[in-house]
């Protein structure tokens, strides 16, 4: 086995990514256009190791968007590997114009990592189509991607009509990152990002937020999109977030962690019931040590002292509870199998959970976890018609 030192994943992700005590990326799942990396499109069951450009360099952190991964490298480089429709892998370029009327126009994909032109990158995260970089030292944010809710920061959505006889309007990509302005007098020290919105703790304990603004997700009191930073006034005076502070983004909610082990929550949690307009204290954790958040679509996993706590609307059993354990929880709830134990790190995507557990721990009444065989499907072979169409007869529609 390889010893894991972090794990991450992405709220709109269906993939998930390990980093292993050589510094080495791993990844896993869903692998459609090509955002495992591996040089191929084929969904994998278990991890891969991730070469290429990133052979023999030593990668510090990641994050996963629905259909691209953003990593960064010792020496604050960064690569990417996916799709590059919108630009959310910062590569400066897209192949393709998003108003083409080419037919059968494949979609831009890397499928093994690629270098991106940002440099001195300390921090990253991922929304769907999206994606940000926290520059180490100065404390600037860039951005790149998909902007139609403003989750790029600079003001607009790119809105624009592709002709005046069209009343079809599209969002034009933005494939060069670019430095956040609303940000640049501020020396930001964590970023997270949901599928559509992202937040910035600043270095004077200032949390601001922006994107798509529907449930409340921003903190801001009213359902209305902000395209660029703007700081949640709950968090001023006695309430500044130290700069250590758990910041996370979900699908439709926003997380932050405050001095004295107390969790704010906003937004939508749960798939029924009122929508939190602005940050509220999560009872059921108050007074636990938060070592570690994770979202996914509408899961949420916390690490907590020898806690696992999960919770959210779940359809593949990930929350943890066992098979024969219930598989949503509207409540946070303690993983049982894990109670006791050390969870360092979780991390969560669509349809997934995963925890990491301290090496020291006894872990040997787990089963090991056997990957099924992944088979790719291959196209029937054509059938032969029988006689051809009669002359004036009628052919049959495609459907």
Same mark, same amino acid.
């Given at each position: 086995g390889i010893k894991v030192k972090s794990i991450f994943g992405g709220s709109a992700a269906q993939h998930l990514c390990l980093i292993d005590g050589e510094d080495r990326?791993?990844?896993?799942?869903?692998?459609?256009?090509?955002?495992?990396?591996?040089?191929?499109?084929?969904?994998?069951?278990?991890?891969?190791?991730?070469?290429?450009?990133?052979?023999?360099?030593?990668?510090?952190?990641?994050?996963?968007?629905?259909?691209?991964?953003?990593?960064?490298?010792?020496? $604050?480089?960064?690569? =990417?590997? *996916?799709?590059?429709? !919108? @630009? %959310? #892998? &910062?590569? +400066?370029?897209?192949?393709?114009?998003?108003?083409?009327?080419?037919?059968?126009?494949?979609?831009?994909?890397?499928?093994?990592?690629?270098?991106?032109?940002?440099?001195?990158?300390?921090?990253?995260?991922?929304?769907?189509?999206?994606?940000?970089?926290?520059?180490?030292?100065? $404390?600037?944010?860039? =951005?790149? *991607?998909?902007?139609? !809710? @403003? %989750? #790029? &920061?600079? +003001?607009t959505d790119n809105q624009y009509n592709a002709s005046e006889s069209s009343l079809k309007m599209y969002f034009q990509p933005q494939p060069q990152p670019k430095y956040i302005a609303a940000l640049a007098s501020k020396k930001v020290v964590a970023i997270a990002s949901g599928n559509n919105h992202s937040l910035a703790l600043d270095s004077d304990g200032h949390l601001h937020s922006w994107g798509f603004g529907g449930y409340g997700r921003l903190g801001h009191k009213v359902q209305k999109d902000e395209f660029k930073p703007r700081q949640i006034e709950m968090f001023e005076n006695r309430l500044?977030?130290?700069?250590?502070?758990?910041?996370?983004?979900?699908?439709?909610?926003?997380?932050?962690?405050?001095?004295?082990?107390?969790?704010?929550?906003?937004?939508?949690?749960?798939?029924?019931?009122?929508?939190?307009?602005?940050?509220?204290?999560?009872?059921?954790?108050?007074?636990?040590?938060?070592?570690?958040?994770?979202?996914?679509?509408?899961t949420f996993a916390i690490a907590s002292e020898t806690s696992a706590i999960t919770w959210g609307t779940a359809g593949y059993q990930e929350l943890g509870y066992g098979p024969k354990g219930k598989k949503s929880s509207a409540n946070p709830a303690q993983v049982l199998d894990l109670e006791g134990k050390l969870t360092l790190e979780v991390a969560c995507g669509f349809g997934n959970v995963a925890f990491l557990v301290d090496e020291k721990e006894d872990l040997s009444s787990f089963e090991e976890w056997e990957a099924p065989e992944v088979v790719t499907p291959q196209p029937e072979p054509a059938k032969k018609r029988k006689g051809g169409a009669k002359a004036g007869g009628k052919g049959k529609k495609k459907k």
């Amino acid at each position: 086995g390889i010893k894991v030192k972090s794990i991450f994943g992405g709220s709109a992700a269906q993939h998930l990514c390990l980093i292993d005590g050589e510094d080495r990326l791993w990844s896993w799942g869903n692998n459609a256009k090509g955002q495992l990396g591996v040089g191929h499109t084929t969904n994998l069951a278990q991890p891969c190791l991730v070469k290429g450009a990133l052979e023999g360099k030593k990668v510090t952190g990641g994050a996963a968007g629905k259909a691209h991964t953003v990593v960064i490298l010792s020496d $604050g480089s960064s690569f =990417s590997f *996916g799709t590059n429709k !919108y @630009g %959310q #892998l &910062g590569l +400066g370029s897209v192949k393709y114009s998003i108003t083409s009327k080419k037919k059968n126009q494949a979609e831009e994909l890397h499928t093994e990592p690629v270098k991106n032109t940002v440099m001195n990158c300390s921090q990253v995260s991922c929304g769907s189509e999206f994606t940000l970089w926290l520059v180490g030292g100065t $404390g600037g944010v860039l =951005s790149a *991607g998909h902007p139609e !809710y @403003g %989750q #790029l &920061g600079h +003001g607009t959505d790119n809105q624009y009509n592709a002709s005046e006889s069209s009343l079809k309007m599209y969002f034009q990509p933005q494939p060069q990152p670019k430095y956040i302005a609303a940000l640049a007098s501020k020396k930001v020290v964590a970023i997270a990002s949901g599928n559509n919105h992202s937040l910035a703790l600043d270095s004077d304990g200032h949390l601001h937020s922006w994107g798509f603004g529907g449930y409340g997700r921003l903190g801001h009191k009213v359902q209305k999109d902000e395209f660029k930073p703007r700081q949640i006034e709950m968090f001023e005076n006695r309430l500044t977030l130290p700069l250590d502070s758990k910041i996370a983004c979900g699908n439709m909610t926003s997380f932050a962690t405050i001095k004295g082990g107390q969790l704010y929550i906003w937004g939508k949690p749960k798939a029924t019931g009122d929508t939190i307009m602005y940050p509220k204290p999560l009872l059921e954790i108050s007074g636990w040590d938060i070592r570690s958040i994770a979202c996914g679509n509408g899961t949420f996993a916390i690490a907590s002292e020898t806690s696992a706590i999960t919770w959210g609307t779940a359809g593949y059993q990930e929350l943890g509870y066992g098979p024969k354990g219930k598989k949503s929880s509207a409540n946070p709830a303690q993983v049982l199998d894990l109670e006791g134990k050390l969870t360092l790190e979780v991390a969560c995507g669509f349809g997934n959970v995963a925890f990491l557990v301290d090496e020291k721990e006894d872990l040997s009444s787990f089963e090991e976890w056997e990957a099924p065989e992944v088979v790719t499907p291959q196209p029937e072979p054509a059938k032969k018609r029988k006689g051809g169409a009669k002359a004036g007869g009628k052919g049959k529609k495609k459907k």
